[in-house]
């Protein structure tokens, strides 16, 4: 497994749309090789990504709860990345 891939499963709140994506995107890029697709690879890409994602999201609704939250705070989470990614800061 790829220790860059946080578990999404049992987050409270539940993961985003944003993080589901995010942890598709790190999946693609690990499996093909390609951290940042070219124009002839890039909407090939792009839908293994959003293919991707919409597997997770149904994964995620279809396993049962989590009686605790996973250890580590997924990175969408933690105000340092999002401040590095240019995205905006969530509030609690």
């Known amino acids: 497994m790829c220790r860059n891939i946080t578990e999404l499963r049992g987050l409270a709140p539940p993961a985003t749309e944003e993080e589901i994506e995010a942890a598709a995107r790190q999946y693609v890029r690990k499996i093909t090789g390609i951290r940042h697709p070219n124009p002839a690879t890039a909407d090939a890409f792009e839908a293994a990504v959003a293919e991707v994602a919409e597997v997770s999201e149904r994964i995620l609704s279809l396993v049962p709860e989590r009686r605790q ?6 990175p969408l989470r933690r105000p340092e990345v999002r401040e590095r990614m240019g ?3 969530l509030s609690h």
């Open 69 to 74: 939250p996973p250890k580590s705070l997924p």
């Open 87 to 89: 995205l905006p800061v």
